[in-house]
């Protein structure tokens, strides 16, 4: 059965620190793997995509990382920020034309 | 560009009315699909359709569920005869061309409250 599953479900930091999201999946045959971030209230918004061949991928302050032997990837930020706070979801996509499995999300609070 | 539209942003139906819910595609995406999203769960899968033309329907409920993309105008979700099982957020999102590569957008969603 093809999932994602996501860890902490949900996370608190203080300001600055740094944190990393984890998201682990059994979707097969894998094609990509996505990193979104959704504001409350609003519609995710792509972090990063990630192929087969690409280990780690950054955008900012804003890392991921793939196992795809392992069939794994977290999401690592640093010097979080108090907007850092939404849902980050990790979404998994196999060949075909519709074909992305989402995890529920970690949702990260970042406080002064 | 204006991303991709959704309206209303919230809506509010009594028990047994219907909703239609909009979504324009960016400028450019001949595909939209529509995800459903119960609070505290992760985005579902409901249709996937192009112009004039349902490719997927295979997460949309057999019942009271409808969606359509005219040749013209925005993509719609209808719910005939809501029930509060119904209240959720939709998402849409578009793509340039078939499969969910680089491009593919999400709108900002409707909150639909059955009441």
């Known amino acids: 059965k093809n999932q994602v599953e996501q860890s902490p479900q949900s996370l608190i930091i203080l300001e600055g620190k740094n944190c990393t999201l984890q998201?682990?999946?059994?979707?097969?045959?894998?094609?990509?793997l996505r990193w979104y971030k959704q504001d409350t209230g609003r519609g995710p918004v792509s972090l990063t995509i990630?192929?087969?061949?690409?280990n780690t991928k950054s955008n900012g302050r804003y890392t991921a990382t793939l196992d795809a032997d392992t069939k794994q990837s977290s999401l690592h930020i640093t010097a979080s920020q108090l907007s850092d706070s939404a849902s980050y979801i990790c979404?998994?996509?196999?060949?075909?034309?519709?074909?992305?499995?989402f995890g529920t999300g970690t949702r990260l609070t970042v406080i002064p | 560009n204006a991303g991709v539209m959704q309206n209303p942003r919230h809506l509010v139906r009594r028990r047994g009315q219907e909703a239609r819910l909009r979504c324009s595609p960016m400028?450019?995406?001949?595909?939209v699909y529509w995800y459903r999203q119960l609070p505290e769960e992760g985005l579902k899968f409901m249709v996937y359709?192009?112009?004039?033309?349902?490719?997927?329907e295979s997460g949309m409920p057999k019942e009271r569920f409808s969606a359509e993309f005219p040749k013209e105008g925005p993509s719609i979700l209808r719910i005939q005869q809501v029930v509060r099982g119904d209240s959720a957020a939709y998402f849409c999102?578009?793509?340039?061309?078939?499969?969910?590569?680089?491009?593919?957008?999400f709108g900002s969603g409707t909150r639909l409250t059955v009441v």
């Open positions: 979404v998994v996509r196999t060949t075909g034309a519709n074909n992305l499995f």
């Open positions: 990630m192929t087969f061949s690409e």
């Open positions: 359709l192009q112009k004039e033309n349902i490719i997927d």
């Open positions: 998201c682990n999946y059994t979707v097969s045959p894998f094609s990509n």
């Open positions: 400028k450019g995406h001949s595909h």
């Open positions: 999102a578009s793509s340039p061309s078939a499969g969910t590569g680089d491009g593919y957008t």
